[in-house]
């Protein structure tokens, strides 16, 4: 039974639970990405076999919903990377705040550029997707989990660990923000910069019919 006393140790106890449970959930997430990604052409081939017309827009779109959705999923729940109080307290991959702001970065490009029309734009977003899933992957496995084994990968492990390398781990959380940030005003310009040319073509069919 919990007592009074043990109420604020049980919500810390719960709050490592819940973010270590993410940050092992979010190694899948980056292996589905990488992989849906890689699966567009497989996608396409397949697109071609569809005799309906309503089938191969289905694909497609549960296609494109479920790869880009999932980069949106890793930016979300990366959210953690960027509360100093999370990283120095639960075990989280070093790199792991970086791979939050590559997230970021293809989601912009999927909003500024013409997506998968756009074959130079693509393959910018393909190398992103592989160092996102490097940036956070690799830490994850070389630190997290080695770091519970005892043998020569401790000390790569302490210092690929958020909690016990906090001198690396706030700097790169701090630069994924301002990267995160800078990202967001080159979102948000471009979306306002849209607005004017959306209402003209808004407002032609009206005087036409006038």
């Keep these: 039974m919990i ?15 819940l973010e270590g449970t993410i940050a ?8 589905l990405i990488v992989a849906l990604h890689l ?4 996608m396409l ?3 071609q076999k569809f005799t309906l017309r309503l089938g191969a827009d289905l694909w497609w779109l549960i296609y494109l919903a479920l790869r880009d959705g999932l980069v949106a999923v890793a930016f979300i ?20 705040s970086l791979a939050a702001a590559v997230a970021f970065a293809v989601l912009v490009i999927k909003l ?6 756009d074959e130079r734009w693509f393959v910018v977003q393909t190398y992103l997707v592989g160092l996102g899933a490097v940036l956070y992957i690799v830490p994850f496995v070389l630190g997290v989990e080695a770091g519970t084994l005892p043998g020569p990968l401790a000390g790569v492990a302490d210092f690929l660990v958020t909690d016990r390398n906090p001198g690396w781990a706030i700097p790169l959380s701090i630069l994924s923000m301002a990267i995160v940030g800078a990202l967001g005003i080159v979102a948000l310009v471009y979306n306002l910069r849209d607005i004017p040319a959306t209402r003209r073509s808004a407002v032609r069919p009206a005087d036409s019919d006038a």
């Excluded at 007592?3 to 106890?13: E, L, R, T, V």
């Design 112 to 117: 500024t550029t013409r997506g998968d029309a």
């Design 3 to 17: 007592g009074i006393k043990d109420i604020p140790s049980f919500f810390a106890a719960a709050e490592v639970f």
């Design 24 to 31: 092992a959930a979010l190694v899948l997430i980056w292996l």
């Design 45 to 47: 081939t397949t697109l």
């Design 77 to 96: 729940l990366s959210f953690m990377f960027f509360f100093f109080d999370v990283i120095t307290m639960v075990s989280l991959p070093l790199t792991g």
């Design 39 to 42: 699966a567009r052409g497989y």
